[in-house]
């Protein structure tokens, strides 16, 4: 079992940055793989980005070059660094976790999930 609470989240101009934090509870997370989605008002669920246990990254092709996803595996942390961010990006935004290496961009193959935090973009 895993528990995930997101924070980092608010209100930032276009341009700006923001940097999202997701905590995890249990003694296995090394061994999960993590990723961030989000979701806009009307709008299903999307993968962001996501790292593996080992280490390894994936990002959604809306994201890349602007943020950047990574872990502390001693803090039971990962985050998501969110650069030039666009109002576009505006979202509540969700961490979770599954038990197998890879990264997998389908929502429906995470068995844990935060609450998810806020994040808006104002132009």
């Known amino acids: 079992q895993v528990q995930l609470v997101e924070s980092g989240g608010g209100l930032v101009q276009a341009g700006g940055s923001l940097r999202l934090s997701c905590a995890a509870s249990?003694?296995?997370?090394?061994?999960?793989?993590i990723a961030w989605f989000r979701q806009a008002p009307g709008k299903e669920r999307e993968f962001v980005a996501g790292t593996s246990w080992t280490g390894g990254t994936n990002y959604a092709d809306s994201v890349k070059g602007r943020f950047t996803i990574s872990r502390d595996n001693a803090k039971n942390t990962v985050y998501l660094q969110m650069n030039i961010l666009k109002p576009d990006d505006t979202a509540i935004y969700y961490c979770?976790?599954?038990?197998?290496?890879?990264?997998?961009?389908?929502?429906?193959?995470?068995?844990?999930w935060g609450q998810g935090t806020q994040v808006t973009v104002s132009s």
């Open positions: 249990g003694r296995t997370f090394s061994s999960y793989t």
């Open positions: 979770a976790a599954r038990p197998q290496l890879l990264v997998n961009t389908n929502r429906r193959e995470y068995n844990y």
